[in-house]
């Protein structure tokens, strides 16, 4: 939340200009960048117009609630209206969305989608936004979560007349998806006045839903099975939902007709691909639509046959690797969800696969010949294997050669890190993926990040943590040789060495060996904390608590990073990689590692000088207080 105060507050600070510097500086604060231009002037006609609308319906002592941030993301609303329900006597919110739009028409192929004229790809239709923020706040605030009719939703577009906009009404509302145009304020006054009381302030209503204990993320494994087999559990938001939506429309136009168009969608880590690909495969599979989801991630594919598939042997098979369709028919299923697609790699071939399958077709035009809708789902910077080659532009390129439509839905809002923009902005700039240099932590309330002096401190932190029901889990860069797997019986050969304390390796393997889970569970199975994972059995997977152990491959020299590929054991660097490529790999993985925790990261080097500057970097407080 950038800014709260009464509604008389708000349309003073407004008219002298303070709101909005506050606006920029909070924001800074919270995110690590400066507002676009765009954001700052929607703040700026807007918000007076909100705060003349309370004042005028005699509102003014209503607590207004600025770009709230909705718990474990970070998604905004623009407003939340805090009072008393002038009926029930009871606290009362009023989720508000505002727009500056003049005009929107409905998308030719989903009222739930809509077009204006500034952006090239669909948007949400402001009635459906709204009603998913009002929907998204009741299942993740406690404060009302027992009491979901406390909560209304409303987008407000100031701008637009009924005619600019009529088609967005094609869309049913309800009491948490309402709109309102410029012609019709006075309903606008009058659906406020019916919601909030005029005779009471809100500031205790606002300070309840401020303290409302925020609900646990759904994890994306802990509903896999339902998602899949039995309901929609995920909610999606904004670009997530139009993602989705898309992506289903295609299916449609698909069945109706000879179609074929290729989606893909883009995000960096925890903006929410997954869980769309889960909720696709989940809606598609109820419809009786065929459909798989693939991998390249044999840790995740088999996560997912083991918990979505629980008992049930044709969801498991719905999980393949992106090598399962050398010898597919084209078009011989309606949609190929392609998760983790940045895991993409020149060639399905290997020295294993047999003559009659060696087609010389490049893998992306493998998933793009065997399904009507190819859907692909990616994070350029999460590619760490040299001969990954999994982006947008390869994937455009592709459908274009083939003479297919190419469709890109770009993901802003992460959930990830506890939904902390400034927090992936500080790893990218820390990691140098991102430009600026290295950045001062400043704590933002929304993730803890601290520096471990030792591999032992940070153990007993995370395992502190997981005697109070978190998860947790600690991974390493590939800077210690894996030994082969003991018997079974023998204990796990402690590779991961630092001075007086040594760890094993996660598996390697398909089977559970002395109490270890197998590779693919390492990062869901609780048994796993006992050993190190490595980036290829960490990435698509999250957990709580985070503990990252940078080795001797990236180390802090003087005013920069120096990679030294002598000190990477991944097999998968060979001679003739470039020195280049290995640097941008090495980054890559600990942008991964540094981004698998939902509420904190402890992070240690064990390279002194590398370990100084992340202390520089971190300032040491205590852990109680927020963002630590």
Known sequence: ????????????????????????????????????????????????????????????????LLEYTLPLNSKRADVVLAGVHPVTGEPSYVVVELKQWSQATPDEDDPALCRIDTYAHPVLNPIEQVRRYCEYLVNFNGAVAEHPGRVSGVAFLHNATDFGVSGLRELETDDRGQLFTGDRRGEFLDHLRARLSDKHPGVR???????????????????????????????????????????????RKAKQSDHKEV??????????????ALSL??????????????????????????????????????????????????NSLDVLICDEAHRIR????????????????????????????????????????????????????????????????PLESQFRCGGSDAYLRWVQRLLGLEPGGPVVWEPDDRMRLSVADSPQEMEAFL?????????????????????????PGEPLPADVVIGGWARPWNLRGD?????APPAALWATDPAGFGQIGCVYTAQGFEYDWSGVIIGPDLVWRGD???????????PVFKKSTPDADVDRLIRNTYKVLLTRGMIGTIVHSTDPETQDKLRELVAECREEESGC
Request: aromatic fraction near 8%; charged fraction near 25%.
């Open 346 to 409: 020149e060639t399905s071939a290997n020295r294993y696969t047999p003559a009659a399958h060696r087609t010389g077709k490049r893998q992306i035009d493998e998933l793009i010949n065997a399904a009507r809708v190819p859907v692909f789902l990616l994070d350029e910077h999460q590619v760490v294997r040299p001969g990954e080659m999994g982006t947008v532009d390869e994937i455009k390129a592709a459908a274009e050669a083939n003479g297919f439509g190419c469709h890109v839905v």
């Open 511 to 515: 089977r559970s060996v002395s109490g």
């Open 281 to 330: 495969l989940g809606e598609l599979y109820r419809q009786g639509i065929p459909a798989l989801h693939a991998t390249g991630s044999q840790s995740f594919t088999k996560t997912m046959r083991k918990v979505a598939g629980t008992r049930k042997r044709e969801v498991q098979e719905l999980f393949k690797y992106f090598n399962s369709f050398m010898t597919a028919q084209e």
């Open 1 to 64: 939340m950038l800014f709260r105060a009464s509604a008389k507050t708000v349309a003073v600070k407004a008219l002298d200009g303070s709101l909005f510097l506050h606006h920029t500086d909070q924001f800074v604060r919270m995110h690590g960048y400066r507002p676009g231009a765009s954001e700052v002037r929607s703040w700026e006609r807007s918000i007076p117009v909100m705060a003349a609308a309370l004042n005028d319906a005699g509102l003014g002592d209503v607590e207004v």
């Open 205 to 251: 209503a606002a300070d309840e839903l401020q303290a409302g204990k925020t609900g646990p993320s759904k994890q994306l494994m802990a509903v896999a099975a339902q998602e899949v087999r039995q309901r929609e559990q995920f909610l999606l938001l904004d670009e997530q939902q139009v993602a989705y939506r898309m992506v289903l429309n295609a299916v």
């Open 263 to 276: 989606v893909v969608v883009t995000g960096g880590p925890g903006t929410g691909k997954s869980v769309i």
């Open 463 to 487: 395992d502190a943590r997981r005697a109070r029901n978190y998860s947790a889990r600690m991974s390493a860069g590939y800077c210690w040789r894996w030994s082969p797997e003991p018997k």
């Open 560 to 570: 920069r990073w120096v990679t030294d590929r002598t000190a990477s054991k991944d």
